[in-house]
């Protein structure tokens, strides 16, 4: 079935610093979506993206669709201490199915 | 609007105990049910899915089961708990039309 890889799985980022997140699939996905997860709750939805080479900005989050629709990234600029948490990406294949990664656990060092 | 409601929120139970975790969406009709598992610190692993009711489908072979009695409600269960099936256990729901999933807060199932 599909897979969903993400790399890295932990990061330490200085606050103000710059980092990205990176998701790759084993097959062509519908649509891939990103999301986050605080220390002790439950994953909160980010983004989509349905088009090949699609480029979205939240504030200082900017998410990329690759243009075979197998890999995606999430980069995120200036870090704050909110930051924190984990970064899921999750991809939907033609039955529905939502698969995630392992997520991307980023700690923000003030 | 639409809402996700999963109790309950904790959960310790014995070796050998049966489990029940529900899961019921309102506002919405026909939706994809998702029931997730994550251990501490690591991913989102997928259980079950189901498109409708009675149809399931299953990620990975274990001791856990679900069904989905209603159109909005997601129930998983296991017969006979062992202590590798402690973690955090997600119900979620998307609709039919290839959107995001919402999360319901949770069960954090300790099985000792």
């Known amino acids: 079935g599909q897979q969903v890889m993400q790399i890295p799985q932990y990061q330490h980022v200085q606050e103000g610093e710059d980092f990205t997140t990176y998701c790759n699939s084993s097959t062509t996905l519908s649509n891939i979506q990103w999301y986050k997860q605080r220390p002790g709750g439950h994953p909160v939805f980010l983004i989509q993206l349905v088009k090949s080479g699609e480029v979205k900005k939240q504030k200082r989050l900017t998410f990329q669709f690759g243009e075979a629709k197998k890999n995606s990234s999430l980069h995120i600029t200036a870090t704050q201490t909110t930051d924190v948490g984990t970064y899921f990406c999750?991809?939907?294949?033609?039955?529905?199915?939502?698969?995630f990664g392992k997520g991307n656990q980023v700690v923000v060092i003030p | 609007s639409q809402t996700i409601h999963q109790w309950p929120a904790t959960l310790v139970q014995p070796v050998g105990s049966p489990l029940s975790l529900e899961c019921t969406v309102e506002?919405?009709?026909?939706?994809?049910l998702y029931w997730y598992r994550q251990a501490a610190g690591r991913g989102l692993q997928l259980l079950f899915y189901?498109?409708?009711?009675?149809?399931i489908s299953s990620e990975v072979p274990q001791n856990l089961s679900a069904s989905r009695p209603q159109d909005r409600q997601f129930i998983l269960s296991s017969k006979k708990l062992l202590l590798s099936d402690s973690g955090f256990y997600l119900c979620a729901w998307s609709s039919t039309q290839n959107t995001e999933a919402f999360f319901g807060q949770g069960t954090r199932l300790t099985v000792v």
């Open positions: 189901s498109v409708g009711i009675g149809q």
């Open positions: 506002g919405t009709s026909n939706p994809n």
């Open positions: 999750a991809g939907m294949d033609g039955n529905n199915r939502l698969a």
